[in-house]
């Protein structure tokens, strides 16, 4: 059963910032594995959120019920997990 998903003003705006065949790249993996049901996200140490890895890139998402999530932001790895 597929999550459903709701995309952040923030990774909306993230997603603007990169070039654009990047962007429709992460777009699409992020719906196909969850259409597929192989959207495996794996909790962040230290933090209540998740991740899900797309090439260099961690999209980060919080959980708002059992089966809802808010995509709330995403980096390049190694900017990914500086505070």
């Not at 003003?9 to 969850?34: G, P, T």
């Amino acid at each position: 059963m597929p999550y459903l998903l709701t995309w952040s003003d923030e990774i909306k705006s993230n997603l603007a910032k990169l070039e654009k065949s990047m962007a429709q790249r992460i777009i699409h993996k992020v719906s196909w594995a969850n259409e597929n049901g192989r959207l495996l996200l794996e909790k962040v140490e230290g933090s209540n959120d998740y991740k899900y890895r797309v090439g260099k890139y961690r999209i980060f998402f919080a959980k708002i019920e059992i089966n809802h999530y808010l995509i709330t932001h995403l980096d390049h790895r190694r900017n990914a997990y500086k505070k």
